[in-house]
């Protein structure tokens, strides 16, 4: 049986195994290496899935279409019937789920499997998905009772990147390796930053103290860091039950931004990269920040340590280390943003592994 340990809270206990869940997750290396090589002729990637693993697969999408060039589109497996027609048998279906029994999900698969490939990335090992599929990869981030799904979304983007390395090593004949090998070294770094990251945690509860009784946030972010904004925003309304949107910087400014008004607090996720790469158009997000201080917004920003600039400009600064490399910030910047909803949900006197309404997993339709 599960126990809390030292913990109050599920949701605590399993954000602190994420430094492990990262050691169990790399285990899938050499499987995730013998499907690629088997996948054969791959012309479009659809990833369908729910909620915190549709987040994951976003992830997914901006890496594969940036790095390799597969088109790649994300379906809400509630959605995916109304999408069939465009499957081929080169395209690969990826469906992800800590559970693996989502229905929406198995839904899509039962559609699917009439006209493509089809692989799942998931947590629990014998379940239905895993079994109904061509290829399946295993999660490994062992058991999560909270609510919130926190240590199984470190271990579908881990398995995510792996995919993608291997994928890039078969597809792109010139700097394929040069990636594959930049991929990996990260990942291999990644449980020192995760254990970095966390001891944050005092931090982020003055800011939950601070924001804990507003009735609405923000979270904005671009490129590669906007699925981590959508997850932020997810994890704050599951468990606070604070109104949470999150949008993608460009997009804030097409209408949301009129509801910037004095305090309302707007979260950036917005990590520099070094020589202004494509990951996070992280010039233009600052632009969009100073845009929502102007309004009298209040900006917490998740962005690097050394980043002066970003320090001055913001409310408030929580910082990671410089030396994450930004093509994997995705694993890295979502754990501050995790901690922030336990932490405004405990400083609302609520129960942040039970929130109301809320099933671990949404077995029916
Ligand atoms: O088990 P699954 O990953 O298929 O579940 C999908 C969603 O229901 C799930 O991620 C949900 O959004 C989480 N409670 C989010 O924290």
């Known amino acids: 049986m599960d126990e809390k340990g030292n913990y109050d809270y599920f949701t605590i206990k399993e954000i602190n195994e994420e430094p492990k869940t990262v050691e169990n997750s790399l285990k899938e290396k050499e499987n995730v290496e013998k499907i690629v090589s088997q996948l054969g002729d791959i012309e479009r990637i659809c990833f369908v899935a729910c909620g915190t693993s549709y987040h994951a697969s976003l992830v997914g999408k901006y890496l594969i279409e940036e790095l390799i060039g597969i088109p790649t589109e994300v379906i809400i497996a509630s959605e995916f019937a109304h999408s069939v027609n465009t499957l081929t048998k080169n395209t690969l279906s990826v469906f992800i789920s800590q559970s693996g029994e989502t229905a929406d999900s198995l839904e899509a698969l039962k559609l699917a499997k009439e006209h493509c490939k089809t692989l799942s990335i998931v947590n629990v090992a014998n379940s239905t998905l895993a079994n109904e599929v061509n290829y399946t990869i295993n999660t490994f981030a062992g058991s999560e009772i909270g609510i919130a799904a926190t240590k199984s979304y470190i271990s579908q983007l881990i398995c995510i990147y792996l995919f993608v390395a291997y994928l890039t090593k078969n597809n ?194």
């Open 172 to 365: 792109n004949e010139n700097d394929g390796n040069e990636i594959f090998e930049r991929i990996m070294n990260s990942l291999d770094n990644l449980k020192q930053f995760i254990e970095e990251i966390l001891p944050i945690e005092e931090e982020i509860k003055e800011i939950a103290e601070k924001y804990k009784d507003v009735n609405s946030f923000f979270f904005l972010a671009r490129g590669l860091s906007y699925p981590t904004a959508m997850e932020g925003s997810l994890k704050l309304k599951e468990i606070s039950y604070i109104h949470a949107e999150s949008y993608a910087g460009g997009e804030f400014r097409h209408g949301p931004i009129a509801l910037i008004e004095k305090g309302v607090p707007v979260v950036v996720v917005i990590p520099k990269d070094k020589d202004n790469e494509m990951y996070n158009d992280y010039d233009k997000s600052l632009r969009v920040l100073k845009e929502v201080k102007s309004r009298g917004g209040d900006v917490i920003a998740i962005g690097r340590c050394d980043d002066e600039k970003l320090k001055s400009e913001s409310t408030e600064l929580i910082c990671l280390n410089e030396k994450i490399d930004p093509i994997i910030s995705p694993l890295t910047y979502v754990v501050p943003l995790q901690l922030l909803a336990f932490h405004i949900s405990l400083a609302k006197g609520l129960d942040p592994d039970n929130p109301k309404n809320l099933t671990k997993c949404v077995a029916n339709d």
